[in-house]
């Protein structure tokens, strides 16, 4: 029980709120296009995230009750929201990977530290290591989740002069 709760604290540090909490402190801290790029690592990675999952059913190991209880409220209310509660259920890739290799991706191309790059990827991995372990992903799903980041942390810093001009 002691290891299932770390594991699902370490998971935390992959999850849409942490992350939206580092882009909030980065607007705040630096007065870079850094906080812009993060934002747009979020939103890519979650676009290709939800087509992937749209198109490879692979389900989750171990689904919680939750889980289960949104997909039968979504099948009840709506057929929209009955599909995008199957989507989300779907395990392949892993976002929260996604999120911190794409971090780690925006560190590496606006040529950050070599220390802080390292660390960022140490921390996907163990990440990753967690929602293994946790039944949330298999290698297959971390692997991806990891590639998206890195994919998506390279388009926003290309597409960030897009929105600049």
Same mark, same amino acid.
């Given at each position: 029980m002691?290891?299932?709760?770390?594991?699902? @604290?370490?998971?935390?540090?992959?999850?849409?709120?942490?992350?939206?909490?580092?882009?909030v402190?980065?607007?705040?801290? $630096?007065?870079?296009?850094?906080? #812009?790029? #993060? @934002? @747009?690592?979020?939103?890519? =990675?979650?676009a290709?995230?939800? +087509? #992937?999952?749209? $198109?490879?059913?692979? %389900?989750r190991?171990? *689904?919680?009750?939750? %889980?289960?209880?949104?997909l039968r409220?979504?099948?009840?209310?709506?057929?929209v929201?009955?599909? !995008?509660?199957?989507? %989300?259920?779907?395990?392949?890739a892993?976002?929260? *990977?996604?999120? @911190?290799?794409?971090?780690?991706?925006?560190?590496?191309?606006? %040529?950050?530290?070599?220390?802080?790059?390292? #660390?960022? $990827? +140490?921390?996907?991995? +163990? +990440?990753?290591f967690?929602? /293994?372990?946790?039944?949330?992903?298999?290698?297959?799903d /971390?692997?991806?989740?990891? *590639?998206?980041?890195?994919? =998506?942390?390279? !388009?926003?810093?290309?597409?960030?002069?897009?929105?600049?001009s």
């Amino acid at each position: 029980m002691i290891i299932k709760s770390f594991y699902s @604290l370490v998971s935390l540090l992959g999850s849409s709120i942490v992350f939206l909490a580092l882009v909030v402190f980065s607007f705040l801290a $630096f007065p870079t296009n850094i906080s #812009l790029e #993060l @934002l @747009l690592v979020l939103l890519i =990675s979650s676009a290709l995230i939800f +087509v #992937l999952r749209i $198109f490879f059913k692979g %389900e989750r190991r171990k *689904v919680k009750s939750f %889980e289960r209880k949104m997909l039968r409220k979504g099948a009840d209310k709506s057929k929209v929201r009955a599909f !995008l509660a199957r989507v %989300e259920a779907r395990s392949f890739a892993s976002a929260h *990977v996604a999120r @911190l290799s794409g971090l780690g991706a925006v560190l590496f191309f606006n %040529e950050f530290a070599l220390e802080a790059l390292l #660390l960022v $990827f +140490v921390v996907a991995l +163990v +990440v990753g290591f967690a929602r /293994v372990k946790l039944g949330r992903h298999n290698a297959l799903d /971390v692997f991806t989740g990891f *590639v998206i980041g890195v994919v =998506s942390g390279y !388009l926003a810093g290309q597409a960030l002069p897009l929105f600049s001009s």
